[in-house]
């Protein structure tokens, strides 16, 4: 794609973007209204139904102005995924009690990246505080993103232990991001834990994460909890 053609595109994008923003600012100053009315109206159900379509609009107003900023702004490259996702990741990387790892692409507009995808990867060595993949499944876990169109999002692991504190990078997993930064990669890293928490990290490169859905709880800008379903 020819740098012309993605300027278009993301010029288009961004004028089709803030034209859904107004529609989602109409709809959620509708909800409110409702639930006003409905609370006006001492009918307790429907203002709490009406709540909640209140905060379903308010999420994808918040979605659409990081999508709007990231494209204006090409320095701050936003990643993007739901909960129902990094329940998937949470499970793919602990099945047992070593530390698992894998690599995680998607789709891409402009700045935006869209974590969508795992690749398996297979292990060389892992024990229950390390893990390393083989060179042979990692560059066939590249050339198969490659051969789909994309780019390599984020490198993500899981580690022991419980709580936001656990997800902290080890000086080895900042050594290796900040290497593979400084050549040039877009990829952050993630780390995880078997109880939920998810941290999303960087060396060198700032960037923006936008987690939806159901079952997210923010914590701080970059850790947030994931509720795990049975």
């Not at 899981?158 to 080895?172: C, N, R």
Request: charged fraction near 20%; include cysteine.
């Amino acid at each position: 794609m020819n740098a012309h053609r993605t300027t278009i595109e993301t010029v288009t994008l961004v004028a089709e973007l803030n034209r859904r923003e107004k529609a989602i600012q109409q709809q959620h100053g509708e909800a409110i209204q409702a639930m006003t009315n409905a609370f006006r109206g001492f009918d307790r159900t429907e203002a709490e139904r009406r709540f909640g379509l209140c905060l379903m609009w308010n999420e994808l107003h918040e979605l659409v102005s990081q999508c709007v900023k990231s494209l204006t702004d090409p320095s701050l490259i936003t990643y993007v995924c739901d909960g129902w996702f990094l329940q998937d990741l949470i499970r793919h990387l602990t099945p047992g009690t070593d530390e698992e790892i894998t690599h995680i692409t998607g789709a891409r507009i402009g700045p935006v990246r869209v974590l969508s995808r795992i690749c398996r990867l297979t292990a060389q060595t892992k024990t229950p505080v390390f893990a390393k993949g083989t060179a042979k499944s990692c560059a066939n876990a590249e050339i198969e993103i490659l051969e789909h169109g994309n780019v390599l999002h984020a490198m993500a692991h899981s580690h022991p232990g419980q709580g936001a504190v656990a997800t902290h990078p080890s000086s080895i997993d900042v050594n290796y991001m900040g290497r593979i930064q400084r050549v040039g990669a877009d990829a952050i890293g993630i780390i995880i834990t078997r109880d939920g928490w998810v941290r999303f990290y960087s060396v060198v490169k700032p960037f923006r994460v936008f987690v939806m859905g159901s079952g997210v709880t923010q914590v701080e800008e970059h850790v947030l909890h994931i509720a795990l379903s049975d």
